[in-house]
């Protein structure tokens, strides 16, 4: 699952090396973003998402699903996995929210950037902190393609149930994303349940490091 701002197309690098290696790949848009922009509105939330992925799952008769989710998605894809742990192999959080709460709210975020009306625009200034990385062809390809966030995406929390316990969990950690991966890994910031990578890059490893991000997702689908 993509995070904010974001769609299916930001995957766009990894899929194919994935599905060299004989792995199907389902690269999700959230309704409201990317190709589904047109679907955008007030009410669009957590909720929504949380569907988007369980149709997908539903719809295309999948099993022993590796669910990736990115950023602000990792509550999505925590809560998706919640709700159908019998489909779901493993959770991969690529630099993303990590739910671990059960049974109480969790997950809200405040408003942390300006927004236009019930719409999150895109801030151009994260190149500066979290994606220096992305520069040249890359930056243009991205800027062109990014469109605005329904809020309740950030504001909505989930509430996760003791199933979500079962599902195994993967972590993808990245040095110039914004988080102290240090800190992380020492378990500051809540422990690290299951395996994890850290990659040398900003906070958008599938367009910056798409080969060292497929090999882990690929890792992952192994255990």
């Known amino acids: ?94 630099d993303a929210v990590r739910p671990q709460k059960i049974g109480t709210p969790t997950g809200a975020f405040a408003d942390e950037w300006p927004l236009e009306g019930w719409k999150v625009p895109f801030p151009m200034d994260v190149f500066d902190t979290a994606g220096k990385d992305i520069r040249g062809a890359d930056r243009e390809w991205m800027i062109s393609k990014v469109t605005p966030l329904p809020v309740k995406y950030f504001r909505d929390p989930i509430t996760l149930s003791e199933k979500f316990l079962s599902v195994k969990k993967a972590f993808a950690l990245c040095t110039e994303g914004g988080d102290p991966v240090d800190e992380i890994v020492a378990g500051k910031w809540g422990k690290l349940d299951g395996p994890y990578r850290i990659i040398d890059s900003g906070h958008w490893p599938m367009i910056t490091r798409p080969v060292e991000l497929a090999d882990f997702l690929a890792e992952m689908a192994r255990i």
């Open 1 to 94: 699952m993509p995070g904010a701002w974001l769609g299916g197309w930001v995957w766009k690098k990894v899929t194919p090396l994935l599905e060299k290696r004989g792995h199907e790949v389902y690269p999700v848009t959230l309704t409201g973003m990317g190709d589904r922009v047109h679907l955008a509105s007030e009410s669009v939330g957590v909720e929504t998402g949380i569907q988007d992925v369980l149709n997908v799952i539903k719809f295309n008769d999948l099993g022993d699903v590796v669910l990736a989710g990115h950023s602000f998605a990792g509550k999505v894809v925590a809560a998706a996995a919640d709700r159908a742990p019998e489909r779901v192999r493993s959770l991969v959080y690529v």
